[in-house]
Each structure stands twice: as C-alpha cells, then as structure tokens.
C-alpha cells in the first residue's frame, strides 16, 4: 500500500484538534521553553509558500524540545488592526471586523494545513476586545508614569509631584488644574504635545518613519509630507541607553543589533549657542565635533526649523517658501539616505561665531534633520563630507582645522591629527583639544557637554477607525485617562470610515459617544504596533480578565526563548516590544527587561517568475530558445500554469483573454518559457500558494521541502520543479516500514551493528543541527539515513520507532502515523527523544590498504585491537601479498594502525 498522504493528514489533524495535543499549561518543577513566530497580519491574499518558513522553523524546534522533555509554549494569534482591513472598508462600506475575520479564518486554515504545533486555546487578536482592554490599560499606565533620570527607571507620576514639591520651584497646590497638567506632561512617558509627524493625506493618518519609503506610504505608495500636528507620543526616548546597553546580554543577530544601534544613534559632543546677528535669540547647535569650531564657516538650519521665518530676510522669502515646501515632503529616512543630492537656500541672515566674533551665513538645507539634535549644525566643510558637499555646491569657505587631510579632494573626517587655524587649540591632538574646548565653552556659558540620541519619541496616534481606542477623555481641555474598571473602551460604530468634513478622525463621526455622556474622547486611535508590542506576554495568560498576565503565569515562562520573525522589524517592532518589556518590568509588572533571549530572522523566499516572448508589433510569441531570432518582449505570466518550464498553452488561453488569438512558434511542440529569480509578489504572477502544494504533494512534503532549500537566515528562490525530491523521500520512508505488497512488517529482531550505525550517525546529526538551527543539513541526512537502512534492509523495530520520532518534528503527519502502526497509543508529541550512543560510531575494524613502495595493491580489513606485530604477520603471509613480492624479502613493512600497510621492497 502506497502512502496516502491526503487521507493520513486529514486524519491526524482531526485528531490533534480534538485531543488537544499541543495544549499547554504552567507545570512548576518542569523546565520550560517558550517558542513564537512574529504573528502574522491576516491580509485578503492569504498565505503563499514565502511565509510559513520561520513557522516551520519554530515548529521542529517546539516539537523537539517537547521530545527532550520541555514544557513547551509555542501559541499563535493575529496582529489584526492596520490599514488594509480600513482602505477596503472605505472602498467598500463593509467593517472592517468582519474582513479581518473572514482573512482570518483563511489563515487559520491554511496554518492547519501544514501541521503546526501551536496551542490554539490561546490565539490573541488584537481587535479584539477583550485583548485592546489590556493594551488600553498599559496606555495609562505609561500616561501615569514617568523616567526617574536618577534612578534610572519608570515610576509612577506620584512620585514625580513629591519631587516638585521638595525642590520648591513650583507651589503644586497653588497651580492650576491646567498647569499641573502641562508640567506633568512634560515628563508623562504618554504625552500629548505639537509634534512634527509623517502626514499622508490620501490615507488621512499620520505614519511612522518605517512606514515611509523614498516620501510615499509604504502602503499604497501614496505622498507624504512633514507637518506639525498636536500628537500623542510615547517617550521612547528616556530608554534610549538601556535599549542600548542592554543590547549585549541578548543573543540576537549582530545585524539586527547593529540597526538597533544606529536608529538610537548614541553620540557624545556639546551643546553651543550662536548668536543671531541683529537680533535677540540664539541658535542652539549639537556637535560631536566641538574642537573643529574654528573651522565653521557658515550654518545650515532644518527646514522646518522653528526660526526659519524670523531668519528669512524679505529679499528671500519666496525662495525660501519654495524651497521649505518641496523639502517637507521628502521623509526623514530619505533624507538622511540621499546623499547625492545636494539642495539649499540662503535665509538672508547671519549668525555671531561665538569665538572669533565673525558673521557667517545661515542657509537651509534638508540634509540637516528637525528630529535629530536641535535641527540646526554649524558646518565644518573642511572635515564633514556632508558640510564639504554643501560647501562645494554653493561655493562655501572650506577651512582646514585639522592636519593631515586635503580639503582640495575630500573633507578629512579623520578623529587624528593636531590642530591648525584654531587660536588656543593650536597644536593639540584632537582628542585633547575636545577636552579643552568644552571646558571652554563651559566656562564662557555658551552650552555644555552632553550626551545626543538619534531616536526619537514614538509618535502614538492615528487619524484612523481601525485601532484600539485611546482611553483618553477631555474635561476643560485637559487630557484624563479612564479608570481601569471603565476598561476596555469599545470601538464605536461610525456611519462611514472616513475623516468629517471639518477634517476630524473618523471617530469624529460616532453618535452620542462621549464619556459620561459630556466630556469628548480622544479621536485617534493606536498605532498598529501597539498591540504587537506585549503580546508574547498575553499568550501565557490569554483568559484572564482580571489583568494582563498572571504573576504565576510570567514567572514560570519569564520570557522568549526562541523568537523567529523579519529583519524587517528591527528599528520598529522589535525596539517598541523592548521598550514596553523595560517599562513593565521597572514598575514591577514582569520579572524581565528584555521580551526574547534569542533571535532568528529568517530569509526570504523569493519567486522563480516565468516569461513569455511576444514578438514586437505581431500577435505572436515564441518559445524561450527561439527569442533571439526576433526582437520580443518579456511577459510575466501565472506560473501555476507552468511545469518544469513547460508552459500550457490552452491554460494560458484561459488565463488571459487576449492570448485566446495568439499565434504560438513552439520549440519540439513545447512553448518553453524563460525564467528569473525575482520577490514573490502578485505583481509578476510569480506567488505561490502553499494549499496547492499540500494538495498536490503533502504538508509534510511542503515542510522539509521549505527547511531543504537552504539555511533559514538566507533567501533562497522556490522552485516547485525541484520538490520531488522530497516527496520520493517520504514514500522511501514509508516502505521501511512495509513490505513489497504494501504490508506492515517490522521485525522485532535485534538489530546488527550497521544498523544502530546508522542510527545514531542520524541521531547525533539531527540534534546538533536543531541545536544549531540548521534545519536544511538535517534534512540531507534524513535522506542518506533512509538510503543507508533501506540498502541494508532494516525493518528492525528498535531502529524505526527512534527513526520515526527523529523525522517526527519536521514531517509530524507520516511520523504519527507510522508511530501508531508500530503499536503506540498515544501521540508521537510525547516520546522522548533517543540519546545518541557514541559507542555505535566507533569502528571496531579498519579496511587498510596494502601498499608496496607506497603503491596500493589491494585492501584487507583487519581489527583495530591487533598489535602491530600481528598485522604485519597477516599480510605477509597473505598468497596476494606472496604475489606482488614476486620472492623478494621486504626490507621494511611500516604498520600505521588504523590508517595504511606499506611494504617497502
């Protein structure tokens, strides 16, 4: 009997639902293991074979330490706000819960296809009420807490109001209600404040830097522009040293930390006022370079610097108006990456250098960012490639103030080197001459030296419907969070999806929805990493309606310890979970500052696209090998009307109407199609669906065949052509197990040395590679074990129920099965893993070959426990060993054990 693959994970994936195999619960005294996946958003196109690869990964490794005896938490859940379910909903009238849903239940099917072992009793959604009550409450309570700079940590507000008053600036009882809230939110680490933002009018919202890509919406693809707008933010910033200190005691990729490292962009300097000529107010500038002071030859602004219009003279207003409205609308992330392009404008004005007392020009520039520093620089041209560009561009002084550069070539950004043209500093080693400037600069009270943050605060409000609600309310203009008992505060219905005609958010548009029936809420809603960001701390504890997470519940899973997802998510995901994880943790909410030990970002699997060739100005295309006798053009088409390389023609006909009339020159009958590597996208028909390969070929097939394709960390193109391979491998599998008629037979025979060889040869390799997560090398091995047992026919018990629970974690559904033919009653979950025997990969004999004068003859195995002496003896009086002496006496005969007999003659 042939394996019927469809009929045995049907079968397998009924019964796992209805016992609850993967069910998982706090078992004190049993050592833990918590494995999750990035949960995925469910969008209306499902999942195509690219996304399950991190799932499988996570999955062998889940289903392996449960064989090595782990309690093992490994859930799944659904980050379900975001923009798509809302751009349809807005198209379409429908709400946005009940696509979300419908995608969902797609989702979930389709993951139920491939065998996972994820405990389904504790699936989150974040749009679900029941989950945003908590997101709402951890909301208020950053809004109800602030960074103690001395200790170091969060705290509650309270604590901040005692302070206030110690120090005596402030009579705290005297102040007004409003008063005390905007000095409080000043500190607040979720506070309401004029904010410049990401504003993309098409979508309404304002986005996250990571959202935006080269001034248009990640999205849609639609214009961004940079405005100020009074914003919720989160004060991210105040972690800004721990999440990056705290970077070291992680085992995370040192790409993935390196990224973390540069979006924080830690750099150490002074601040330093410049005097406006002609005026009262000052220009505060950070510099990492304060010993190049000197060498500042003129100032570049931001453009959406607050002094921009007081420094415009009336001679450059319209330029400068220009200017600052073509730079808005390019994002931060693209400015600080172009640098190629070099654009400014003169202000008219000047500034007072604070040293020489010489008048140098302030220009606007958009390589200098609002975000970053004070969003002002004083341009050193002479040793800043950016400031020599600039400089260059527009014909700028360039002074050299360090030796050993030539300005004529290139800026000379080198930290070495001893001070020129700079007055007192004249002489010293750069490194001495930072020191003495600042205590200078100190000294004359022009700034100080400080500590500068590239990172910025997290902008937390959206204009949009589809959000978790912000528990916030308005009594006299100022801001007031709900009391957790009035939690969670439901998202209302609204009678369309967009903003009001006074430009207001959509909840705008909720009738009657005020809290206590009189005091407005808050508009916008959360981002959409608001609920991504704490989730792997909900899944210990999914249920509980009396808190976020039990103290039993996180104190036994603690937190990650495998933790797989895109390398997509560094500067985002990945730095809001560490910081909430941090915040919680100082408010003693949780027993651990960092949300995962280990991280794994998986690679990309990437399509193999297919293409036509239709011949330039005629109705015809022409097979791949024939395209170089016309002038063509490439069309992508459906590759699932495509096997190896051979297109259907009549599907083709049907795919798309305008091929119905299309003349075909086929090469041997066949229409040939070429092919390329390219993103799996529906763009270029390339995506590949993983429900047709389960049909096809089996979940278990489509699971070793995605770990085959190469190390998780790399991408790797899919080419459906290849996974026969795997599926030959299964059915190999499968008749280890029976007989030529199909049968059942294993014997209870004791198995021979080869046999256990075999074995643990694969016992050994799987465990290290799981350890070492190289799923695609033990996949290999798999098949060289299967080859070698079949070639030495085992169908020894004691060999194939270790085999079977080795193959288990990696294709679950032929390995059930053959672990309840072979007489077991419950799931292959909750064997153990076999331990690997050293002793049965130590040779007991050697194969040594005889050589003469270093010449192999012939090879003749011997026991490696022979003296010397005795083999010598052997081969001696070997009649082939007679023969090649022809009857001369050997001069010498060298015995290498274990390796060589030579006989020198």
């Known amino acids: 009997m042939e394996y019927n693959f469809r009929e045995v994970e049907a079968k397998w994936r009924a019964k796992w639902a209805v016992d609850k195999t993967f069910k998982t619960g706090v078992e004190a005294g049993k050592p833990k293991s918590y494995v999750l996946d990035m949960f995925p958003y ?144 000043e500190h607040r680490l979720a506070y309401l404040s004029e904010t410049m933002v990401n504003w993309c009018p098409t979508l309404g919202t304002v986005l996250a830097n990571d959202e935006v890509k080269d001034g248009v919406s990640e999205r849609g693809g639609y214009p961004v522009e940079r405005k100020k707008m009074l914003q919720w933010s989160l004060r991210i910033t105040a972690y800004a040293e721990r999440l990056l200190n705290d970077l070291e005691g992680i085992d995370w990729t040192e790409s993935i930390k390196e990224a973390q490292r540069n979006w924080i962009g830690k750099s150490t300097g002074c601040s330093l006022q410049f005097k406006i000529q002609n005026s009262e107010f000052n220009i505060e500038v950070f510099t990492t370079r304060p010993d190049t002071i000197f060498g500042v030859s003129f100032m570049v602004i931001a453009p959406e610097h607050d002094y921009v219009a007081q420094l415009t003279s009336v001679h450059q207003k319209h330029e400068v108006e220009a200017y600052v409205e073509k730079a808005k609308n390019r994002s931060e992330r693209e400015r600080m990456a172009d640098v190629k392009t070099v654009t400014g404008v003169f202000t008219g004005s000047y500034a007072v250098h604070p040293f020489t007392g010489k008048n140098i020009p302030i220009w606007i520039g958009d390589y200098v960012l609002a975000g970053y520093g004070t969003g002002a620089v004083m341009a050193v041209a002479g040793h800043d490639s950016r400031d020599y560009a600039f400089a260059k561009t527009f014909n700028l002084p360039i002074i ?11 800026a000379y950004e080198s930290k070495t080197g001893k001070m020129i043209n700079s007055d007192f500093l004249n002489g010293l080693e750069v490194k001495d001459a930072m020191k003495k400037i600042i205590a200078v600069i100190e000294e004359k009270n022009l700034g100080k030296g400080k500590t500068n943050y590239r990172l910025r605060d997290a902008i937390f409000g959206r204009q949009r419907y589809w959000g978790e609600p ?135 699997i990437q399509g193999t696209s297919c293409m036509i060739y239709r011949v330039n100005g005629e109705n015809k295309v022409v097979s791949f090998g024939l395209k170089d006798q016309y002038e063509t053009t490439a069309i992508h088409i459906d590759v699932n009307i495509v096997e ?149 026919k085992c169908n020894k018990r004691e060999i194939l129920s270790d085999l079977v629970i080795l193959i288990s974690p990696y294709a679950p559904f032929v390995a059930e099965e053959l672990w309840e033919k072979l007489g077991n009653t419950a799931s292959i979950t909750f064997a153990s893993f076999p331990v690997f025997k050293e002793e049965y990969l130590v040779e007991s004999t050697f194969n040594y070959p005889i050589s003469f004068n270093g010449k192999t003859r012939f090879f003749r195995e011997f026991d490696l426990s022979l003296t010397k002496e005795l083999v010598e003896k052997e081969v001696i009086g070997m009649e082939d060993t007679q023969r090649y002496l022809e009857g001369k006496t050997p001069k010498k005969v060298i015995v290498v054990t274990g390796k060589i007999v030579n006989i020198v003659v």
């Not at 507000?157 to 005297?174: A, D, F, N, R, S």
């Not at 050299?400 to 290139?410: A, L, R």
């Not at 795919?655 to 590597?677: M, P, Q, S």
């Open 400 to 410: 050299p103030v360090v030796e050993g550069g030539n300005i004529e070539e290139e």
């Open 644 to 792: 190896n390389n051979v297109v259907d023609v009549e599907q083709l006909k049907k795919w798309r109407d305008d091929f119905k009339e299309t003349a075909f020159e086929l090469e041997n009958g066949k229409l040939i199609c070429g092919t390329a590597v390219e993103k799996m996208s529906k763009r270029w028909y390339n995506v590949v669906n993983p429900d047709d390969i389960v049909e096809k070929h089996g979940a278990d097939c489509l699971r070793l065949y995605e770990m085959f394709l190469g190390p998780l960390e790399l991408s790797k193109p899919w080419n459906t052509n290849s996974i026969s391979g795997t599926s030959n491998f299964i059915r190999k599998l499968w008749r280890l197990f029976h007989d030529a008629s199909g049968n059942f037979a294993v014997s209870d025979e004791k198995p021979v040395k080869e046999e256990f060889k075999a074995l643990h040869k694969i016992i050994k390799k799987v465990q290290e590679d799981i350890e070492n997560f190289s799923f695609n090398t033990s996949v290999s091995s798999f098949m060289i074990a299967v080859n070698e047992l079949g070639a030495l």
């Open 42 to 185: 469910p969008s209306g196109a499902g999942l195509h074979v690219g996304h399950p690869l991190g799932y499988i990964a996570s999955d062998i490794y889940a289903r392996y330490k449960r064989l090595k005896g782990f309690n093992v938490l490994h859930p799944m859940g659904y980050d379900s706000f975001g923009l798509p379910a809302e751009q349809y909903a807005i198209q379409t009238g429908q709400h946005p819960a009940i696509t979300t849903k419908e995608n969902i239940d797609r989702y979930r099917d389709q993951l139920d296809k491939i065998g996972f072992s994820f405990d389904w009793d504790r699936e989150v959604r974040t749009s679900d009420p029941s989950y945003y009550k908590w997101t709402q409450w951890i909301f208020i309570q950053l809004f109800n807490s602030w960074y103690n700079p001395v200790t170091k940590k969060a705290e509650k507000i309270e604590t901040l109001i005692v302070q206030i008053e110690m120090e005596g600036k402030y009579q705290w009882e005297t102040l007004s209600e409003k008063e005390k809230s905007d000095l409080l939110l």
């Open 470 to 604: 912000i528990p916030v309310y308005y009594k006299d203009g100022i801001p007031e969070v709900l009391q957790e008992s009035e939690l969670p505060l439901i998202l209302p219905s609204v009678d369309k999806y967009l903003p009001t005609l006074a430009g207001e958010p959509p909840l705008a548009r909720a009738e009657n929805w005020k809290y206590h029936g009189k005091y407005e809420y808050e508009y916008s809603t959360m981002p959409g990493w608001a609920g991504s960001s704490w989730y792997f701390l909900r899944y210990m504890d999914p249920h509980n309606d009396k808190e976020f997470v039990s103290k039993e519940a996180v104190n036994y899973w603690q937190n990650i310890d495998l933790y797989i997802g895109g390398s997509e998510h560094a500067t985002g995901h990945l730095l809001y979970v560490r910081f909430w994880t941090k915040f919680l943790f100082d408010l003693g909410h949780i027993p651990v500052n960092e949300p995962a030990k280990k991280l794994i970002n998986q690679g990309m």
